[in-house]
């Protein structure tokens, strides 16, 4: 792969136009992507127009009845086989990856086996769980329940984690028997193309997986808008969902909704604080902070704050740029994130850019962590999307939920305690949609989704299975 190689769309089971030429579909314009490690161009592909959505979807019309109609068994062995088709192309993935997003190699790592786990997940449960039940009502009575495809499905992805988050979306899709136009971010398009490609090749019929690049004003305002579209997914910003909510309300059809998160990671004095901490920064580098469910928002009690801000900080010193975390992926949430450090003096550690060394050539910002905030100040309220960490200080119980539940978010929160039931019975009253105690996992089988301007709907998970189904009954009377 060079930095020339050019990019089409995939309609219909291959690249699109089919002519084999240069020229872009319709005409129509590329788009360059960027390495965010060294802010060199990278490759590029085809702005999609409402006229590539039009075809995408056609082509998904065509193909979904067929698919549909497969067994939950054959459509299981057709996503095992794409579920094998990641795994075994996971170098070029990550290749792909990296080249867009500037992503450590751990990192991507676990993204690509995360992608290849929705495949795996789904293809087991849909066996179990896509299908419906018998309704008893007496003799002379047959009453049962049946899950159905919505028939076209559009997914918009975005650019932080452009592969898990198609996955994430399109395993329980497709496991349902649903037809997908997807529209990745532009900033990073490729490895979902390279996606599609290796469905094909796994056995997916032509035109049930689609995938249309470009811009979401043009491509992805289309996708929304389009008729032929009976349901939509999208993960990204809060303007942007509210955007697609209204579309969506106007269609009268179902949406699902990931957005923004500022996540409470709470910690109480008699908890492992060596594995909170951990945690903690953890939160910061993953991803470099570009994740909506990070908790960076740490709430510590009052008796341990320093200590834990403290160690907190010794462990963020010694993060490397492109060992331990990666750069920002866009050139947009680069500068939006130093707009926030600019306006916030008093940072404990980081604040800034890096000025000297490779990770000056890049996107890179020093992973930063502000002490006792105000929680009414903008860094404490607003989704910074970047390697910055606030904590708060809570006197009691009473006080950690109060901070926990201050904020216009709700997608996930953390919680450590040496006092399990403390911990559960917090659980239950955060307001969030996902809460991990003590370290608890959140994995494939979890279901993922917000509370508030976090979004509504839930991805992972059986939820996940059903919110791609709707549920039909049919009664007939035997005599």
């Given at each position: 792969?060079?930095?020339?190689?050019?990019h089409?769309?995939?309609?219909?089971?291959?690249?699109?136009?089919?002519?084999g030429?240069?020229?872009?579909?319709?005409?129509?314009?590329?788009?360059?992507?960027?390495d965010p490690?060294t802010?060199e161009?990278?490759?590029e592909?085809?702005?999609?127009?409402?006229?590539d959505?039009?075809?995408?979807?056609?082509?998904?019309e065509r193909a979904r009845?067929?698919?549909?109609a497969l067994?939950p068994?054959?459509?299981?062995?057709?996503?095992?086989?794409i579920?094998?088709?990641?795994?075994?192309d996971?170098?070029?993935l990550?290749?792909?990856?990296?080249?867009?997003?500037?992503?450590?190699?751990?990192?991507?790592?676990?993204e690509?086996?995360?992608?290849?786990q929705?495949?795996r997940?789904?293809a087991?449960?849909?066996?179990?769980a896509?299908?419906?039940?018998?309704?008893?009502?007496?003799?002379?009575?047959?009453t049962?329940?049946?899950?159905?495809?919505?028939?076209?499905v559009?997914?918009?992805t975005?650019?932080?984690?452009?592969?898990?988050?198609?996955?994430?979306?399109?395993a329980?899709?497709l496991?349902m028997?649903?037809?997908?136009?997807a529209?990745?971010?532009?900033?990073?398009?490729?490895?979902?193309?390279?996606?599609?490609?290796?469905?094909?090749?796994?056995?997916?019929p032509d035109?049930?997986?689609?995938?249309?690049?470009g811009?979401?004003p043009?491509?992805?305002?289309?996708?929304a808008?389009?008729?032929g579209?009976?349901?939509?997914?999208?993960?990204?910003?809060?303007?942007?969902?509210?955007?697609l909510?209204?579309?969506?309300a106007?269609r009268?059809i179902?949406?699902?909704?990931?957005?923004?998160?500022?996540s409470?990671l709470?910690?109480?004095?008699?908890?492992?604080?060596?594995?909170?901490?951990?945690a903690?920064?953890?939160?910061?580098?993953?991803?470099?902070?570009?994740v909506?469910?990070?908790?960076?928002?740490?709430?510590?009690?009052?008796?341990?704050?320093d200590?834990?801000v403290?160690?907190?900080v010794?462990?963020?010193?010694?993060?490397?740029p492109?060992?331990?975390?990666?750069?920002l992926?866009t050139e947009?949430?680069?500068?939006?994130?130093?707009g926030?450090?600019?306006g916030t003096?008093?940072?404990?550690?980081?604040?800034?850019?890096y000025?000297?060394?490779?990770?000056?050539r890049?996107?890179?910002?020093?992973?930063?962590?502000?002490?006792?905030?105000?929680?009414?100040?903008?860094?404490?309220?607003e989704e910074?999307?970047?390697?910055?960490?606030?904590t708060?200080?809570?006197?009691?119980?009473?006080?950690?939920?109060?901070?926990?539940n201050?904020?216009?978010?709700?997608?996930v929160?953390?919680l450590?305690?040496?006092?399990l039931?403390r911990?559960l019975?917090l659980?239950?009253?955060?307001d969030?949609?996902?809460v991990?105690?003590?370290?608890?996992?959140?994995?494939?089988?979890?279901?993922?989704?917000?509370?508030?301007?976090s979004?509504?709907?839930r991805?992972?998970?059986?939820a996940?299975?059903?919110?791609?189904?709707?549920l039909k009954?049919?009664?007939?009377?035997?005599w």
């Amino acid at each position: 792969m060079t930095a020339t190689t050019r990019h089409r769309h995939w309609i219909d089971g291959g690249d699109a136009p089919p002519d084999g030429g240069d020229a872009p579909p319709d005409g129509g314009s590329r788009l360059t992507t960027l390495d965010p490690a060294t802010r060199e161009p990278g490759d590029e592909i085809a702005a999609g127009t409402a006229a590539d959505v039009d075809r995408a979807v056609a082509a998904a019309e065509r193909a979904r009845h067929g698919w549909a109609a497969l067994s939950p068994a054959g459509r299981s062995a057709v996503l095992h086989r794409i579920a094998d088709a990641i795994e075994a192309d996971a170098d070029t993935l990550m290749d792909l990856e990296r080249a867009c997003t500037g992503k450590i190699p751990a990192q991507l790592r676990l993204e690509v086996d995360l992608s290849a786990q929705y495949f795996r997940y789904y293809a087991g449960v849909v066996r179990a769980a896509g299908q419906g039940s018998v309704v008893e009502q007496g003799a002379g009575v047959h009453t049962y329940t049946r899950y159905e495809p919505y028939g076209v499905v559009g997914v918009i992805t975005p650019w932080n984690l452009p592969l898990n988050q198609a996955c994430r979306a399109l395993a329980p899709a497709l496991a349902m028997g649903n037809a997908v136009v997807a529209k990745p971010s532009e900033f990073t398009s490729v490895s979902t193309l390279r996606l599609a490609r290796l469905a094909s090749r796994a056995g997916l019929p032509d035109g049930v997986l689609n995938v249309v690049t470009g811009t979401g004003p043009e491509a992805g305002a289309a996708l929304a808008a389009h008729p032929g579209v009976r349901r939509l997914a999208f993960t990204g910003s809060v303007a942007t969902g509210r955007r697609l909510a209204e579309v969506a309300a106007g269609r009268l059809i179902p949406l699902t909704l990931e957005l923004g998160g500022k996540s409470p990671l709470l910690v109480f004095a008699d908890a492992d604080l060596e594995r909170a901490v951990a945690a903690a920064v953890a939160a910061l580098a993953a991803n470099s902070g570009q994740v909506c469910s990070a908790t960076t928002r740490l709430l510590v009690e009052e008796s341990v704050h320093d200590e834990v801000v403290e160690r907190v900080v010794a462990a963020v010193e010694k993060l490397q740029p492109g060992v331990d975390f990666g750069p920002l992926i866009t050139e947009a949430q680069y500068e939006k994130v130093l707009g926030f450090l600019a306006g916030t003096p008093g940072a404990v550690t980081g604040g800034g850019p890096y000025t000297e060394g490779p990770a000056a050539r890049g996107l890179y910002i020093r992973p930063t962590v502000y002490a006792r905030v105000d929680p009414a100040a903008r860094i404490a309220r607003e989704e910074v999307f970047g390697p910055v960490l606030v904590t708060m200080a809570f006197r009691d119980e009473a006080d950690a939920l109060a901070l926990a539940n201050d904020t216009d978010y709700g997608l996930v929160a953390a919680l450590w305690s040496g006092d399990l039931a403390r911990g559960l019975r917090l659980a239950e009253r955060i307001d969030a949609g996902q809460v991990a105690v003590n370290g608890g996992p959140l994995t494939v089988e979890t279901p993922f989704g917000g509370y508030k301007r976090s979004g509504y709907g839930r991805e992972k998970g059986l939820a996940a299975l059903h919110e791609y189904a709707q549920l039909k009954t049919v009664s007939a009377q035997l005599w």
